[in-house]
Nanobody, 127 residues
Framework: QVRLVESGGGSVQAGGSLRLSCEAS???????MGWFRQAPGKEREGVAA????????YYGDSVKGRFTISQDNAKNAVYLQMNSLKPEDTAKYYC?????????????????????WGQGTQVTVSS
């Protein structure tokens, strides 16, 4: 079992930035780590994913060019730098982990393919 703990959420004005962090209770050298978000009344949406070797990175279309996913394996951590935030980015953001094979295809966008989830951190962007 793996425990994922997110932090770094908060409230920011449009155009601002936030950095989310996710710490895992243990390290696995062949994982896919990802960020999802869910706004009220909407389905959970894939935001970004990264393989633990850093060679595979994906972004959802709505965040490309604004968000950056990164990792620090020494800290069992993955980060999401969010720049140029928009009100439509308002959501609860979740960290997720699964075996690395999910990182090799568009399967990363499918919520049901992920094995472990954090409790989420709220991001609110005001106009």
């Amino acid at each position: 079992q793996v425990r994922l703990v997110e932090s770094g959420g908060g409230s920011v004005q449009a155009g601002g930035s936030l950095r989310l962090s996710c710490e895992a209770s243990r390290y696995h050298n062949r994982w896919c780590m990802g960020w999802f978000r869910q706004a009220p009344g909407k389905e959970r949406e894939g935001v970004a994913a990264i393989s633990t070797d850093g060679n595979i990175i994906y972004y959802g279309d709505s965040v490309k060019g604004r968000f950056t996913i990164s990792q620090d394996n020494a800290k069992n951590a993955v980060y999401l730098q969010m720049n140029s935030l928009k009100p439509e980015d308002t959501a609860k953001y979740y960290c997720a982990a699964v075996g690395v094979l999910v990182c090799f295809s568009s399967d990363w966008l499918t919520e049901s393919r992920w094995s472990y989830w954090g409790q989420g951190t709220q991001v609110t962007v005001s106009s």
